[in-house]
């Protein structure tokens, strides 16, 4: 006798909390499945930006958003790709442009003709065969919603990431969703399974199946270690991100620009009201106030008011959904915001629970499968990510070198794998980069000039 799922326990926070809730909502609302979103405080700030790819508007779709809304909300610009430069020192820029490669005839792809082309003598780059690269270099979007013959190019989005949470927040809501604020004050385990969730003001709360939208916190699926966390650090060294803001760029480019440099990559990403400006870099190569004070050079955009500094480390969870807790986004999967891959993961972990919601609350026999996808897909997308490193052309660094076939680089799908904690998101800081100073904050009360919060966050101020 199978008993169903009745009730989904959603705790997290900021975007991956209301995707998760508004999805599991819209899937099985209908059908009598109860979902109750904990919401846990947020960790933006205005400075931080979503970079995604075009599968997220299919989800917007299924949720009901409208393109329109969606980037007067956001402040958001639509792009169709990203523009990669000085990976290659001298070599000109490229554009990985959102279409998808169709075939000319039979079984033979364009790429292979390309290819002969080539070694026969074509000199034209493979992209500009892209209408989605070549639609990014003259700044336009292709929209096929009323086209009868749609074109193979797609958009994704910059989005403002407080306006996109507060909005999918509004969409939840409506939906159905049941939500309230809170912290969890523990977890009550029987087994591998969790039994109740006890909140700050006591409220316990039990459910069939519980998911963890927490970010690296991983409130419920508790701290990842060396038996169920995979790092990636091998074939992903950076371990720093920096997010801060610039003018807005008039027009705005249709494509993110992505420039590598001696210890990592900056990029930027246009919104309607400002420029993001996104680092990510290897600490041990480049400190922190380095980072800071070179930021506007290597940009090439003034900055403006507070950067973030937030530490990080490549990997995944071997086990997303442990028992019946499923951890769904940066608890389970951590990436470089390489290749706008931000809301990926959340977007392709949702997915695979809508079509594996479990059958039988008490046996759960989906989790395996879940796990075996979820896992392989969030390889796929390190192996992806790791190409642009080992592929790089920077041979006279020695962070790049490092990273190439000559400096040690393993290739993804050999050598060992290191397992490590993902350490948690930061909260904020302040401080002045003229001295290197750095303001810890913890909670809401400064605790000393010269320290770092526990978490390793900092927050600098042009002045």
Same mark, same amino acid.
């Given at each position: 006798?199978?008993?169903?799922?009745?009730?989904?326990?959603?705790?997290?926070?900021?975007?991956?909390?209301?995707?998760?809730?508004?999805?599991?909502?819209?899937?099985?609302?209908?059908?009598?499945?109860?979902?109750?979103?904990?919401?846990?405080?947020?960790?933006?700030?205005?400075?931080?930006?979503?970079?995604?790819?075009?599968?997220?508007?299919?989800?917007?779709?299924?949720?009901?958003?409208?393109?329109?809304?969606?980037?007067?909300?956001?402040?958001?610009?639509?792009?169709?790709?990203?523009?990669?430069?000085?990976?290659?020192?001298?070599?000109?820029?490229?554009?990985?442009?959102?279409?998808?490669?169709?075939?000319?005839?039979?079984?033979?792809?364009?790429?292979?003709?390309?290819?002969?082309?080539?070694?026969?003598?074509?000199?034209?780059?493979?992209?500009?065969?892209?209408?989605?690269?070549?639609?990014?270099?003259?700044?336009?979007?292709?929209?096929?919603?009323?086209?009868?013959?749609?074109?193979?190019?797609?958009?994704?989005?910059?989005?403002?990431?407080?306006?996109?949470?507060?909005?999918?927040?509004?969409?939840?809501?409506?939906?159905?969703?049941?939500?309230?604020?809170?912290?969890?004050?523990?977890?009550?385990?029987?087994?591998?399974?969790?039994?109740?969730?006890?909140?700050?003001?006591?409220?316990?709360?039990?459910?069939?199946?519980?998911?963890?939208?927490?970010?690296?916190?991983?409130?419920?699926?508790?701290?990842?270690?060396?038996?169920?966390?995979?790092?990636?650090?091998?074939?992903?060294?950076?371990?720093?991100?920096?997010?801060?803001?610039?003018?807005?760029?008039?027009?705005?480019?249709?494509?993110?620009?992505?420039?590598?440099?001696?210890?990592?990559?900056?990029?930027?990403?246009?919104?309607?009201?400002?420029?993001?400006?996104?680092?990510?870099?290897?600490?041990?190569?480049?400190?922190?106030?380095?980072?800071?004070?070179?930021?506007?050079?290597?940009?090439?955009?003034?900055?403006?008011?507070?950067?973030?500094?937030?530490?990080?480390?490549?990997?995944?969870?071997?086990?997303?959904?442990?028992?019946?807790?499923?951890?769904?986004?940066?608890?389970?999967?951590?990436?470089?915001?390489?290749?706008?891959?931000?809301?990926?993961?959340?977007?392709?972990?949702?997915?695979?629970?809508?079509?594996?919601?479990?059958?039988?609350?008490?046996?759960?026999?989906?989790?395996?499968?879940?796990?075996?996808?979820?896992?392989?897909?969030?390889?796929?997308?390190?192996?992806?990510?790791?190409?642009?490193?080992?592929?790089? =052309? +920077?041979?006279?660094?020695?962070? *790049?070198?490092? &990273?190439?076939?000559?400096?040690?680089? %393993?290739? #993804? /799908?050999? !050598?060992?794998?290191?397992?490590?904690?993902?350490?948690?998101?930061?909260?904020?800081?302040?401080?002045?980069? =003229? +001295?290197?100073?750095?303001?810890? *904050?913890?909670? &809401?009360?400064?605790?000393?000039?010269? %320290?770092? #919060? /526990?978490? !390793?966050?900092?927050?600098?101020?042009?002045?």
């Amino acid at each position: 006798m199978t008993r169903k799922a009745e009730r989904v326990v959603v705790v997290g926070r900021d975007a991956a909390l209301w995707i998760v809730a508004a999805s599991l909502q819209s899937a099985f609302g209908r059908s009598g499945v109860r979902v109750d979103a904990i919401e846990l405080p947020s960790l933006l700030q205005e400075v931080d930006v979503y970079a995604a790819v075009p599968s997220l508007g299919a989800l917007h779709k299924l949720l009901g958003i409208e393109e329109s809304v969606l980037l007067a909300a956001c402040a958001g610009v639509p792009m169709v790709g990203q523009r990669f430069s000085n990976w290659a020192k001298s070599s000109p820029p490229f554009l990985h442009g959102y279409d998808v490669e169709r075939t000319p005839g039979g079984d033979v792809t364009f790429f292979q003709y390309w290819v002969k082309a080539r070694l026969e003598g074509l000199k034209v780059g493979f992209e500009e065969f892209s209408l989605a690269a070549v639609a990014a270099k003259q700044g336009r979007v292709p929209f096929t919603e009323d086209d009868p013959n749609p074109s193979a190019a797609s958009h994704g989005y910059h989005l403002h990431a407080r306006g996109y949470a507060a909005l999918l927040k509004q969409l939840a809501g409506r939906a159905g969703v049941r939500h309230r604020r809170g912290r969890v004050a523990g977890v009550e385990r029987d087994g591998e399974r969790i039994a109740r969730v006890t909140l700050d003001d006591g409220e316990a709360l039990e459910a069939d199946l519980f998911v963890d939208a927490s970010g690296t916190e991983a409130v419920l699926a508790g701290p990842a270690n060396s038996d169920n966390f995979e790092s990636w650090r091998q074939w992903l060294p950076c371990d720093s991100t920096l997010a801060a803001s610039a003018q807005p760029l008039r027009p705005a480019p249709a494509f993110s620009q992505i420039s590598a440099f001696r210890a990592g990559w900056v990029g930027l990403y246009p919104l309607q009201d400002r420029t993001a400006v996104i680092a990510t870099w290897d600490s041990k190569s480049f400190g922190a106030a380095q980072m800071v004070e070179s930021l506007p050079v290597l940009s090439g955009l003034a900055i403006a008011g507070d950067a973030v500094v937030t530490p990080f480390e490549a990997g995944a969870r071997l086990r997303p959904w442990s028992g019946n807790c499923v951890a769904i986004g940066d608890s389970a999967i951590s990436l470089e915001p390489l290749d706008a891959v931000q809301l990926h993961s959340v977007h392709v972990g949702v997915t695979q629970l809508v079509a594996l919601f479990p059958v039988d609350a008490d046996r759960l026999i989906e989790a395996d499968t879940y796990n075996e996808v979820v896992l392989q897909h969030a390889r796929n997308v390190r192996d992806f990510q790791a190409a642009h490193y080992r592929l790089n =052309r +920077r041979f006279d660094e020695p962070f *790049w070198v490092a &990273c190439s076939p000559a400096g040690g680089f %393993r290739c #993804c /799908s050999k !050598g060992n794998r290191s397992r490590s904690r993902i350490g948690p998101r930061s909260c904020s800081a302040m401080g002045s980069p =003229r +001295r290197a100073t750095i303001r810890a *904050w913890t909670g &809401c009360r400064r605790r000393s000039i010269s %320290r770092r #919060c /526990s978490s !390793g966050c900092a927050r600098w101020r042009w002045r």
